[in-house]
């Protein structure tokens, strides 16, 4: 038996408590495994005085996390305190600088920052691990980083955030629309403090571009997610897409194409009968393809105290082991700098549209599609109490470009109120 | 960058070409993701001259894959003979004795000698690897022996021979007879050449043995490993399953229960709508409970030359990341021996049997049933062209010791030609 393997913790909300169980409640298993027991040494966090429901007596408390974080008896530095910048960034470049590994699942702090602390912890021979940080209790991270390594991969894609996917899956089976569902995830503590990480598809985006980096060998880019977010659709966007065989889905796609790579996060109708459109809940999927192994599909739950803890718990397993690899896979410098693609990869879209109630309306519209190259697979005009008149268009697979410049001729006929809503559908 | 890592790989069949062409398409990413060249040095396989479509010029051909296990320019011995004694086993002992690096494809081997296997890597500290052996190109024993490692691992289930789901998928969709399918896919080379492996459940149980060592830290127990192959299962039991919602698929499960480990491997009713009843054709799943993480399912193609590849490839990076972890993820030496568990989770059951034609024949078997404590949930009774009247019996959920027993009780009746046929209905 060798030394222990001593944990400070920063953050004691959901998954810090997880971790604080997990250390207690499977020390045996721990020390089976890793040939190791593991130990918390002290921890961290905002309020000391809240009931968690832990015991904390036995550990040293430290206000501050960056002073946790230099601590002599603490070898693994685990960052659950989220935000990407201040102290959780603070506390994890003091860990790393001194040459202690760290454990996160903050994927802001990774995809805004990521490059700049992968070459601080080479830097300082500091393992940087983050699975918890991705579709929580999924080893999604070390399925991309380890067991596909071998394969050039064309695609990473799935439903990784499970507000999102409760909201929209809620919304359908209880036929409510979007501003009550919302409020229900608010009040049962869904949402993260800013609800637009969540619904404007952000926190999704940022898992994203952990993945994307990885699957690529490029530095993490955020910025080149195509981002839209779920708060435009609705119980009749909803029920129409069924009625096609369809459901709605924030998701995710990386893919490397010709003109460089491409990412984007929004709400996108998918097959109801494949995996991705039968997931419910809270449950998140990844969908991995490499030019050997085809398709890999991960699924499991994509928050919540024991999935994200249980990610943590893998990262500081292998650390206990003393499994080291760059927090990307391969050295921080040499992960190229990420071209983005136009998207050019053709899809059919599924669109919805208020027609003012004038004479020759559908036809302007019609006229100002075709225009642009963009050819209709179905189209249908609802009843409407109002003024105006919603109308459901189905187009042909057509280039994303295209489309939004006919979007662009569509508005210039004076004959759509408000804007249009367009969701890709996908491609199998 | 550092030294070259070096394989000598013996087999050349689907998968050792597999192997070879990803040696060779992937170099760039080999490199970039493990810092280092990844090369050939030598290969072995029954007959050097028949065509495989592939260049072997550039490596050294050694006739006894014992030489080549040995060879100076030899760091990791790619095993991909397959079968569990002879050349395979001698090859595997040799390299691991000299310090060398294993991975192997090989579930028999494994399956029946993975103890001492694990005891002479680690006595000679050399890695030996695995995730080729179970599912393909999923990395599932990668996602129990480190992404999951902090769990308690409950149970591991899925479906793991892609041949029988071939044939039970293929036989719904074509209303064919087991023969038949049995016949196709045995031209089309689905079967090893002795198709009990596959169709026995033998195959798959070896599969399932080798998961269930790495979740609940024992020495691996093929013997355990309750079978029951689908030679047995009628298209018309997958008529009526449907029927019911339910489809047939070659199920295997391994849990931990208060009196020891369970671990079967059978034709198994799941729902048709659950992700299990979704699986075709050569599709694999593996489904692992962990306390904390909850379900996490993995699903992939279970065969196949890239995804077989993939597998060994991922196995290849990590040794040459230097990534070391015991073989079956905790040191042999502490492995448990496993305790065999009789069956005593209780679950419903398929049963069909052949009545003879007499009078209150199907009243004695109720009545045998019903004396064993068996109660009937739904009982059939089809037309008839023969003698013997088929009969179809859903149980309520029963302990299989409990059946065991009645379907006794139900053959000394005398009223039922041949055995009958029982099988599980999934507990969810």
Redesign the interface.
Known sequence: MTTPLRLGIAGLGTVGV?VL??VR??SD??R????RDVTISAVSARSRDKDRGVDLSGFVWEDDPVALARRDDVDVFVELMGGSDGPAKAATEAALAAGKAVVTANKAMLALHGQALAELAEENDAPLRF?AAVAG???CV??LT???????ITRVSGVMNGTCNYILTRMESAGLPYADVFEEARALGYLEADPSLDVGGIDAGHKLAILSAIAF?TRVDFDGVQLQGIERVTIDDIRRARDMGYRIKLLGEARRTPGGIEQSMRPTLVPE?S?LG?LEGGTNMVVIE????????????GAGE??T??????D???IA?????PPF???AA?LQAPVRANATTECAHYLRLSLRDEPGALAQVATALGRSGISIDRMRQYDHPGTDAPVLIVTHPCAPGDLARALDDVAATGVVAGDPVALQIQTP
């Not at 089976?32 to 040939?35: C, K, P, V």
């Not at 380890?146 to 050039?152: C, D, K, P, T, V």
């Open positions: 997880g169980r997990m409640d499977n298993i721990l089976a495994r890793t040939g699975e209790g999924i080893p070390k399925a380890e067991g596909l390594a071998g394969n050039r060998g009968d995996p039968q490499g030019d050997a192994v085809g398709q890999v599909v991960l699924r499991g739950a024991g999935p803890a249980s990610a943590v718990m893998g500081v397993c292998d082991r003393g499994m080291a690899l896979g391969q050295p040499t």
